[in-house]
């Protein structure tokens, strides 16, 4: 069966450090990947999405992926955290074939020390 | 703002009783989706609707339904409601092509004592 894993329930790290999520998934072909992000009693905001082509994608608020089809590995990346990056940070897995159910992780929290 | 309207925000029911959930989806997309989010089961998809038709079923319990109007707005009916059905529930909206980007509403959260 499809799935999503984000091995980190937590991660911590000081403004200004770089951010490194890890999201792997289980999948036959090359899905659609995204990484979304939830701030406290808000919903879900799309950060990026990679569908193919450049492995290396750009988004929102200075974040980026990789796709890494040889790891099955879609972790999204930040050079230098900000306070209001604390959120916590979802990734999803589309199916590309047949009916397009979304699959999420189980999320990632992300407190940033000042 | 999402564009992506849901109501109510809050909801407290009882067991056994049954509710109903309101999506707005932003202007000019096609599609809705429905989300439960809960500590134990995270984020779970349970069904879609494209212009009014049921498109994909994920994890939707048979107390659950759904339906997309002609205006195609979006409502989750859930009945014989349990404990365990308290949970925040999202909407999102989608347009005509399945590489759109999904906007997710600010949920309803449904508390059943």
């Known amino acids: 069966a499809q799935s999503v894993t984000q091995p980190d329930i937590h991660i911590t790290v000081s403004e200004g450090a770089s951010l490194e999520l890890r999201c792997n998934y289980s999948?036959?072909?090359?899905?659609?990947l995204f990484w979304y992000v939830q701030s406290p009693g808000q919903g879900l905001q799309l950060l990026l999405k990679?569908?193919?082509?450049?492995?290396l994608v750009q988004g929102i608020k200075g974040f980026e992926a990789e796709f890494k089809r040889s790891q099955s590995s879609f972790n999204l990346r930040k050079p230098s955290v900000h306070w209001s990056d604390a959120a916590e940070y979802f990734c999803a897995v589309v199916h590309t074939s047949g009916t397009y159910k979304y699959i999420f992780g189980t999320g990632t929290r992300l407190k940033v020390l000042a | 703002d999402s564009g992506v309207t849901q109501t109510p925000k809050h909801l407290i029911t009882a067991t056994g009783q049954r509710v109903t959930l309101r999506c707005s989806p932003r202007?000019?997309?096609?599609?809705v989706y429905w989300y439960q989010q809960s500590l134990d089961q995270g984020l779970q998809f349970l069904i879609q609707?494209?212009?009014?038709?049921?498109?994909a079923k994920g994890n939707i319990l048979e107390r659950f339904s759904a339906q997309q109007f002609p205006d195609l707005h979006s409502e989750l009916n859930l009945s014989s409601l349990e404990l365990g059905d308290s949970a925040l529930y999202f909407c999102a909206s989608q347009g005509a092509l399945s590489t759109d980007t999904q906007y997710f509403g600010p949920g309803t959260r449904l508390t059943v004592l």
């Open positions: 990679y569908f193919s082509g450049d492995t």
């Open positions: 609707y494209y212009n009014g038709e049921e498109r």
């Open positions: 202007s000019g997309d096609l599609s």
């Open positions: 999948y036959g072909a090359t899905p659609y």
